[in-house]
C-alpha cells in the first residue's frame, strides 16, 4: 500500500491537493465548536452587510448572518454530498460495470446500451428535471439523485478495465483452477481495477460539488436555512458591488474545494497503469 501511494505523494499538486482538502474537512468537522450556528441572525437591524471586522471575520450578510460561520456550514454539506452521491453512483457503477464486462454476452448488450442511452442524455438536464418534479428536495433525496445519475460514465471505465484485465494469464489460471466468479471477482479483478476506480472516484468528488452549488444557486438544491456555497452566492447577487464579501468567500471556497480534488485526482490517474485521463 506504501509503495502504490509513494508516487501519488511525491506529485507536489497531490501533496497541495490533499493539504488543501484536509485543511477543508478539519474546519468543517471542528466549525460547530468554532463559530455561531451558520443560520443565527443576532442583530436583524444593526447588523446587516457588516464589512469584515475583528466581530466578524468575512463580515455578514444581507440577514445578520456571520458570513464565515456559513462558509464553514456550507462546506459540511458540500462534502457531505459530494461524499454520498459518489459513493452510491461508484457502488452502481462499479457492479454494472463489473456484470457487464465479466458476464459479456447478452448481459453486456443489454446492460451497456442503457448506459449509452443514458450517456447520451446530459447529466444536468436529468438532474434538472427530477430536481424540479420536488418544490421542496430534501438533502438525502438530492444526494440520492446527484448520485442516481452520476454511475454511467464509472460503469464503462470498470467494464473496460474487466475486459482488459479477463483475458490475462493470472485470471485465465484463476478459472482453470476452478475459483467461482465470486472469487476471481473479488479476488482478482476488484483488487486491479481499484487504481483506475479511485482516481475515478476523486475526480467525480469535484464534479457532484459544481452541479450541487449550481443547484443551489438556482434554488433547486439546498433549501436555506441550510447554508450552500451555492445558495450563499445566490442570496449574494443584490449587493455583489455593495457587499462583495457576501459572495466572494463561498466562490472561492468552491474554486479550491474543487481544485484540490482535481489535483489528487489527475495524479492518482497518472499514477493507476489502468487509470484513463
Known amino acids: 500500500m506504501r509503495a502504490s501511494l509513494a508516487p501519488l505523494w511525491r506529485d507536489r499538486g497531490a501533496r497541495l491537493g490533499v493539504v488543501l482538502l484536509a ?24 447588523g446587516v452587510l457588516q464589512a469584515p471586522s475583528r466581530a466578524h471575520l468575512l463580515g455578514t450578510d444581507h440577514l445578520s448572518r456571520d458570513v464565515l460561520a456559513r462558509v464553514v456550514g456550507g462546506a459540511r454539506i458540500s462534502l457531505a454530498v459530494a461524499l454520498g452521491a459518489v459513493l452510491i453512483s461508484v457502488s452502481v457503477g462499479a457492479s454494472v460495470g463489473l456484470a457487464a464486462g465479466y458476464a459479456g454476452g447478452v448481459v453486456d448488450t443489454v446492460l451497456m446500451r442503457f448506459v449509452d442511452a443514458a450517456l447520451a442524455v446530459p447529466r444536468l438536464f436529468l438532474l434538472l428535471l427530477m430536481v424540479a418534479m420536488m418544490e421542496h428536495i430534501p438533502l438525502a433525496a ?6 442516481a445519475t452520476g454511475w454511467f460514465g464509472t460503469s464503462r471505465l470498470v467494464r473496460a478495465e474487466v475486459l482488459r484485465l479477463k483475458t490475462l494469464d493470472f485470471v485465465l489460471a484463476a478459472e482453470a483452477l476452478g475459483a467461482s466468479r ?3 471477482i473479488f479476488r482478482h479483478l476488484l483488487p486491479n481495477i481499484a487504481g483506475p476506480l479511485a482516481a475515478a472516484t476523486t475526480l467525480a468528488v469535484g464534479d457532484v460539488i459544481l452541479l450541487e452549488a449550481g443547484l443551489s444557486f438556482l434554488g433547486l438544491g439546498v433549501q436555506p436555512p441550510t447554508p450552500s456555497w451555492g445558495s450563499m452566492i445566490l442570496d449574494s447577487k443584490p ?12 466562490g472561492l471556497a468552491i474554486l479550491v474545494t474543487v481544485l484540490a480534488v482535481n489535483l489528487i485526482g489527475e ?5 493507476s497503469p489502468g487509470a484513463r485521463p
Open 267 to 271: 495524479a492518482m490517474a497518472q499514477a
Open 239 to 250: 449587493y455583489l458591488t455593495q457587499a462583495p464579501w457576501t459572495s466572494l468567500p463561498p
Open 182 to 184: 465470486r472469487r476471481v
Open 23 to 46: 485543511a477543508l474537512a478539519v474546519t468543517a468537522l471542528v466549525g460547530p465548536f468554532l463559530f455561531q450556528d451558520p443560520r443565527a441572525m443576532p442583530d436583524i437591524t444593526g
Open 142 to 147: 438530492l444526494i440520492v439523485t446527484l448520485g
